[in-house]
Structures are given as C-alpha cells and as structure tokens.
C-alpha cells in the first residue's frame, strides 16, 4: 500500500485520514489504501481511473475516481 507524503490521525478515534498532500483531508482512507475515494487517483498504484465523463456545456472533465476495470462514465 502506497502510505502517501502526509500522514494524519482523526482526533476522534485516531484512526489515519487521507494522505492527501497539497493541504489537510479529514475524510476517511479507503480500505487498503492511503486516501479517501476524492483523492484515490493521487496513488498511482490504485485501481482507479478519472472519469472520462466531459461536460458539452463547459468542457471540463468530471473529477470522480471510477475503477480502472469497468469502461463507464460517472454522470
């Protein structure tokens, strides 16, 4: 498992939180890995995948992790 840069503990039951490293995460680890399901895509070794969902309105790709094995979109 990839532990990521940042470790954190909730200050309720000290379990570890996300990892995620440009700023502080309170959110929940997935199981088995260092980060929450917003953050995943930051583990490379994840089996996660972004979204290739692309707003026709303003052209931005949608930001959700999906699993690297299923061909869908996030809508």
Do not use: W
């Not at 979204?51 to 790709?61: G, H, I, L, P």
């Amino acid at each position: 498992m990839y532990e990521g840069k940042h470790i954190h503990f909730s200050e309720v039951d000290n379990k570890p939180l996300c990892s995620y490293s440009p700023k502080l995460c309170k959110q929940r680890r997935l199981n088995g890995y260092a980060f929450c399901i917003r953050h995943v895509l930051e583990d490379k070794t994840a089996p996660f995948k972004q979204c290739e969902y692309v707003a026709k309105y303003n052209s931005q790709r949608c930001t959700n992790p999906i699993p690297k094995s299923e061909d869908r979109r996030c809508v």
